[in-house]
């Protein structure tokens, strides 16, 4: 039997617990360690058997290393934290986005290539089967020249999710919070993004963070996109509820992003493609089929991943540098929606 990889979490937060089930249900790795400053998290690691560190050098400096880390602590510490790992040479899954600010995440790049250390960014959607099915069919042209794109996010947070103030504050709206996901996952689908329009509203809630917004993107391709955003309204259309990839919230059986081409068009993430028989026109019958896929949790795909890359059996699909371009977009759009002017992605 192959020795299972020790991976050691560092940050229980969110996702950092749903990293630790994924760990859980993987076939190649196991839990090594988990580092929290909460003493609460001392009780999970004692009720689970496993390691407990309340500071990542008192782990870094443990007689047993892990082979692979974890990073899932706020943005602000991504830097340090990051850089610290990869002077001990251990491969890092770094949650998303990649730091705080375009800076730190050059500094991250530039340690693991200097310490010639795996570094894999946890956009995790690209690891869905209905991401990678969706990717194949453009890529061998059944959709035609891709013209335009649309992404959905609508959804309605409620009131008691502001309770904590952070979470009225800038930088912690669907923009700061969600929409890095959309992004990453649309570069993925159609590649580089050459510049964006922005535009945002609290009009609602009245915070000081925005609780809608509107986005134009222009690819390079010369595909041009639209995401419309909102954490305020009750609707069925967001990749969370569409997707059916965390049990937390109900499945709609929607879709949550429409991409058009001159050949036919595919909803995503139920993956039905619509198409003209023969002639292509208006006033033609459109037809429909479901592009095959399967389901399975692509958290517990990326940990699979993540152990090949530790094994040196595979390279990271989400890089370092995909991480910093997705940080390039995201500050491009709150620079246009703070100026109302088009972004150019440097």
């Known amino acids: 039997m192959t020795k299972k990889i020790k991976i050691s979490i560092v940050g229980t937060g969110l996702m950092g617990l749903q990293h630790l089930k994924a760990i859980e249900l993987s076939k190649n790795a196991k839990v090594h360690s988990i580092v929290d400053l909460k003493e609460s998290t001392k009780t999970i690691s004692s009720e689970k058997n496993l390691k407990w560190f309340k500071y990542l050098d008192e782990m870094l400096s443990s007689g047993s290393l892990p082979d692979g880390v974890i990073i899932s602590t706020p943005n602000q510490m991504h830097e340090e934290h990051t850089i610290e790992i990869f002077k001990k040479k251990i491969p890092v899954l770094l949650e998303k986005p990649i730091a705080d600010s375009i800076s730190s995440a050059k500094k991250i790049i530039k340690s693991a290539e200097n310490n010639k250390t795996p570094l894999l960014i946890g956009y995790h959607r690209r690891y869905n089967p209905i991401s990678q099915a969706a990717k194949q069919e453009i890529d061998k042209g059944k959709l035609g020249k891709i013209i335009s794109v649309h992404a959905n ?188 002017k088009r972004i150019d992605i440097a």
Do not use: M
Not at 201 to 209: A, G, L, T, W
Not at 243 to 258: I, L
Not at 289 to 310: A, G, V, Y
């Open 153 to 340: 996010f609508w959804l309605y947070k409620p009131d008691k999710y502001y309770n904590e103030k952070w979470r009225t504050q800038k930088g912690a709206g669907p923009l700061g919070i969600n929409l890095v996901h959309d992004i990453d996952l649309l570069s993925f689908l159609l590649g580089p993004i050459a510049s964006v329009q922005a535009f945002k509203s609290n009009n609602y809630r009245k915070f000081d963070v925005e609780d809608s917004a509107v986005i134009i993107l222009k690819f390079k391709s010369g595909t041009l996109g639209t995401i419309n955003i909102s954490d305020c309204i009750v609707s069925p259309w967001s990749y969370e509820l569409t997707a059916g990839e965390n049990q937390a919230y109900p499945e709609t059986n929607e879709s949550a992003y429409f991409i058009g081409g001159t050949d036919g068009s595919l909803q995503l993430p139920n993956t039905k493609f619509w198409f003209n028989k023969g002639t292509k026109s208006w006033w033609k019958p459109i037809y429909t089929k479901q592009i095959p896929t399967r389901k399975n949790h692509p958290l517990i795909n990326q940990i699979e991943h993540f152990s090949k890359i530790i094994q040196k059996k595979e390279k990271p699909i989400v890089s370092g540098e995909d991480g910093l371009n997705s940080l390039k977009i995201f500050d491009a759009i709150n620079k246009s929606s703070d100026s109302g």
